[in-house]
T-cell receptor, first 113, second 115 residues
Framework: QQQVKQSPQSLIVQKGGISIINCAYENTAFDYFPWYQQFPGKGPALLIA?????SEKKEGRFTISFNKSAKQFSLHIMDSQPGDSATYFCAATGGTSYGKLTFGQGTILTVHP | NAGVMQNPRHLVRRRGQEARLRCSPVKGHSHVYWYRQLPEEGLKFMVY????????ESGMPKERFSAEFPKEGPSILRIQQVVRGDSAAYFC?????????????FGSGTRLTVV
């Protein structure tokens, strides 16, 4: 019940296109859903996060869509750029999990110029 | 304002040796979390510590692994008698409180290679 499933495993997008990464969770106690961006040799960096009381959150080119009834959330990257090429992880926490994050398996995004 | 500092960045150990990984949290953060990342996988939670206390070690292997966060100094993740399967990237994160939404910041990790 602690799993977070992420898809796709890898994604190739042309510059200017839309990148979409999906995650599904099982634990209904989760109440905080961050997305992290990780470049090779670096630690994960917080990109954007959402709570289940809203269905969408937008920050610049990055948007999270959240579907509480389906227990799914997704990251949309508009106008994708080569500099967005990185590994993206969804995560979730809440309930008695304190700050313990449960991560998805990751998506390797490649944006071709 | 320095972020989370982890050292060493790379560590090579022979099978059977001990590995010590250090993590200095963001100044003012008293909550530390350790994660392990195997190649091409997501991060897996290992242990959550506050100053001088282990709060949750549900993700720690039962043997050979230990963690501490003393009153003074960095948090230490210790792996005794390392085996090849311990080869991974180990990340530390720190936060202001027990909530992941409260300034949660990751370090750049220590890449452990066991030969």
């Amino acid at each position: 019940q602690q799993q977070v499933k992420q898809s796709p495993q890898s994604l190739i997008v042309q510059k200017g296109g839309i990148s979409i990464i999906n995650c599904a969770y099982e634990n209904t106690a989760f109440d905080y859903f961050p997305w992290y961006q990780q470049f090779p040799g670096k630690g994960p960096a917080l990109l954007i996060a959402i709570r289940p009381d809203v269905s969408e959150k937008k920050e610049g080119r990055f948007t999270i869509s959240f579907n509480k009834s389906a227990k799914q959330f997704s990251l949309h990257i508009m106008d994708s750029q080569p500099g967005d090429s990185a590994t993206y992880f969804c995560a979730a926490t809440g309930g008695t999990s304190y700050g313990k994050l449960t991560f998805g398996q990751g998506t390797i995004l490649t944006v071709h110029p | 304002n320095a972020g989370v500092m982890q050292n060493p960045r790379h560590l090579v150990r022979r099978r059977g040796q001990e590995a010590r990984l250090r993590c200095s949290p963001v100044k003012g953060h008293s909550h530390v979390y350790w994660y392990r990342q195997l190649p091409e996988e997501g991060l897996k939670f290992m242990v959550y510590l506050q100053k001088e206390n282990i709060i949750d070690e549900s993700g720690m292997p039962k043997e050979r692994f230990s963690a501490e966060f003393p009153k003074e100094g960095p948090s230490i993740l210790r792996i005794q008698q390392v085996v090849r399967g311990d080869s991974a990237a180990y990340f530390c994160a720190s936060s202001l409180s027990s909530r992941a939404s409260d300034g949660y910041t990751f370090g750049s990790g220590t890449r452990l290679t066991v030969v």
